[in-house]
């Protein structure tokens, strides 16, 4: 689904992914980890198409094409979704129309039909209750005064609207209670299936013990430095980074 | 062929003295045009060596030589449905180059005469100096139309005032004005839209002005539009005595050169004012918002929000003055305007300027000039909705929290249906 080879980005001249490998299949969930500052969201945001970032040597392939030279929106109606990090406040645009105009362009793009004003308004009720979404939200301007973990729930919300094929989360769990991160977490588990993907960016191996991943990667300093499964997460939260320095090859 | 400001104030002076032989008048009135023209011949059209008119020059609008429109008799209601809001239930009333000539029904307490046929005597206003286009509006004056609303009186649906401007056959100047009389405790919302009936050039000079009477509430919607050749110098001249309310809701959405100049005086105690404007400028475009607000007595408050988007080569000019007189302690006025320019052409000038002669104020005012911020575009296009579309849905939703301000939802659906579609958005 997903193969990155050798990739390379910069933000004003400082190199900050120096040589990423990675691949995804299908039905796979790969968790990355790594201290702060090491790239995770830069990657994240290259795959979602952010332009402040040069992409230097290296090629990103998603689904048999050349993903960077996607335009944005047609990476996200082609099955990608990013969760921010840090979701951005869109003032003045409710949440059901942003959907709105989400879903109808992803329906365009596929060659749906659009949906019906009360099919669209099923779904919409239908994802809320999935990740626990209080119907009030779907009123009030995207993000907008939203707290923290309100923020990452929209996150989650958005994803299970649009049905992404590979889905990107960047530390969607950060700044959730325990009860948020279950949903979350339920969320998650029940869009997963055999056809699509997850990366899940982490700083918390917790969030692993109930989105299980297949592999665990270490990004740091720009670099995939080590991969094993789901056991190297635990390991990371008892020793930390140190005791990783040297690149290995990434899966 | 176009004309010089000065070859086109002798043409027009000449005009008036044809028109004034034509379009008798009770005394009063032909004094007061006859004041007027005078006064003009004292006066020139702004230029912008004037601090006034710094950035709005009107070379544009008077080059093409309008002149008052021939007289157009009688209507049909039913053509009238056109210019009518989809849904609204309201008074329409029909002014055409300045004359009413339809209107539907009265409701109790609301009378509607010409002056010299109004029972009581209307209280003075306050002098001000009048410029160039005040004094024209006089001197070409047909009659006063006054609308009164009794004391006490709700008047449940709006008043709708269409200004309809004939400029099929030539280029034309109107005079569109409305002198408004509320009473004590009265209630009322009026809306006013305008419409071009042809492609000449128009210059629609208009003034309005309102007398709130103690404890009386005005919501008072304008929208402008017009097409590349329409012009418009507006004056809403707006006097407030003790504990009423008055809301304007200023919508500029197109048109050649719009210059308003929006003046209330505060002069009873407890008076609240608010004021919203939302101007849409593209192209060759050019909008200026004057406004006015002019606490004269304590214990008062004004709210202020101006919002613009700017795009191609259009111009954009917010001048907001606050007085807080001497003696108007305890005043709390906030202003703000808010501007997103679109294009590396668009420019804006704004200057928030606020006198304060009281020391026990509250005062506060802010101003930006911005781009669409990048990373509310991204997110949107992250989420699949293309860049343009992403944009229109920013500038719609930037645009949107003033409409939202407007009290009637039938208005509000009209002013956001034009916003759409000038944006060329739309929410499927
Ligand atoms: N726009 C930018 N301008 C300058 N530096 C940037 C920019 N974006 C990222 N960086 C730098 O790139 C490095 C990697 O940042 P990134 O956000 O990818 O880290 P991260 O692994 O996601 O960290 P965290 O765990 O704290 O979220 C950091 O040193 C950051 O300061
Ligand atoms: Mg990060």
Redesign the pocket.
């Known amino acids: 689904m997903l193969q990155i080879q050798n990739l390379h980005a910069s933000?004003?001249g400082?190199e900050?992914l120096k040589g990423i490998n990675l691949e995804i299949k299908p039905g796979e969930v790969h968790a990355i980890m790594?201290p702060?500052?090491?790239?995770?969201?830069?990657?994240a945001s290259v795959l979602a198409g952010r332009n402040?970032y040069e992409v230097g040597t290296g090629s990103v392939r998603y689904m048999g094409k050349d993903l960077l030279d996607m335009d944005i929106e047609t990476r996200s109606r082609e099955g990608i979704f990013l969760a921010f990090?840090y979701p951005v406040e869109i003032p003045g645009v409710s949440n059901t129309n942003f959907m709105k105009a989400c879903v109808s362009a992803h329906r365009k793009h596929l060659g749906l039909e659009a949906l019906k004003p009360n099919e669209f308004l099923k779904m919409i009720r239908e994802k809320a209750a999935l990740v626990d979404l209080d119907p009030k939200f779907l009123h009030r301007s995207v993000n907008e005064g939203f707290s923290g973990g309100e923020k990452k729930r929209n996150e989650i919300f958005q994803m299970a609207m649009l049905n992404p094929k590979l889905a990107i989360m960047d530390?969607t769990d950060s700044g959730l209670d325990i009860d948020a991160l279950k949903v979350v977490a339920r969320g998650v588990n029940a869009l997963r299936n055999s056809d699509n993907a997850f990366l899940v960016i982490t700083?918390y191996q917790r969030l692993l013990e109930y989105i299980v991943p297949d592999y665990v990667h270490v990004?740091y300093n720009g670099r995939m430095v080590k991969t094993g499964g789901k056991e190297l997460a635990l390991e990371l939260e008892e020793k930390g980074y140190d005791w990783i320095k040297e690149p290995q090859t990434a899966v | 062929m176009d004309l010089l400001p000065e070859n086109y104030k002798e043409l027009l002076l000449h005009y008036i003295d044809n028109w004034t032989a034509c379009h008798t008048a009770p005394a009063y009135l032909q004094n007061l045009r006859a004041q007027a023209k005078g006064a003009i011949q004292g006066l020139s059209f702004p230029t912008r060596k004037m601090e006034e008119w710094k950035y709005t020059t009107l070379d544009r609008a008077i080059g093409h030589q309008p002149l008052p429109p021939d007289p157009l008799t009688g209507i049909d209601p039913d053509w009238l449905e056109q210019y009518a809001l989809p849904g609204l239930e309201a008074t329409r009333l029909v002014c055409i180059n300045g004359e009413i000539l339809y209107h539907d029904p009265l409701p109790k307490g609301v009378r509607l005469e010409r002056l010299e046929q109004w029972p009581s005597h209307l209280p003075e206003p306050v002098p001000q100096p009048h410029d160039i286009f005040e004094q024209i509006h006089t001197a070409l004056l047909s009659s006063h139309w006054v609308l009164g609303v009794a004391p006490g009186v709700s008047v449940e649906k709006p008043i709708h005032c269409i200004n309809l401007i004939d400029n099929r056959l030539k280029n034309v100047l109107c005079q569109h004005g409305l002198l408004m009389q509320f009473g004590a405790g009265a209630q009322c919302n009026l809306l006013e839209t305008q419409h071009c009936l042809g492609k000449h050039s128009a210059l629609n000079n208009s003034l309005m002005q309102l007398q709130l009477a103690p404890n009386s509430v005005v919501g008072h919607v304008q929208i402008q539009q017009g097409h590349a050749y329409q012009s418009t110098v507006q004056r809403t001249h707006v006097y407030q005595a003790g504990g009423s309310t008055y809301s304007n809701y200023l919508f500029s959405l197109s048109g050649q050169i719009i210059r308003n100049n929006l003046h209330l005086s505060l002069q009873g105690e407890h008076t609240e004012a608010n004021l919203y404007g939302l101007y849409l400028a593209k192209d060759h475009t050019h909008i200026d918002n004057h406004t006015l607000v002019d606490h004269q007595v304590p214990n008062c408050q004004s709210n202020q929000l101006y919002k613009g988007v700017l795009a191609g080569n259009a111009t954009g000019v917010f001048n907001g003055k606050i007085y807080v007189r001497p003696q108007a302690q305890k005043t709390n006025a906030y202003q703000q305007n808010r501007n997103l320019l679109l294009s590396e052409k668009a420019t804006m000038n704004t200057k928030p300027q606020l006198e304060i002669w009281a020391d026990d104020v509250k005062c506060s005012h802010g101003c930006t000039i911005g781009q669409l911020d990048e990373g509310q575009l991204f997110y949107l296009q992250a989420r699949g909705i293309g860049p343009e579309a992403s944009k229109a849905m920013m500038v719609y939703a930037f645009a949107s929290e003033i409409v939202e301000k407007v009290k009637n939802a039938q208005v509000r659906d009209y002013l956001l249906g034009i916003i759409a579609n000038q944006l060329n958005f739309s929410i499927d």
């Open positions: 933000v004003q400082n900050i790594g702060n500052g090491s790239g995770k969201s830069t990657l402040d990090q530390e700083h990004l």
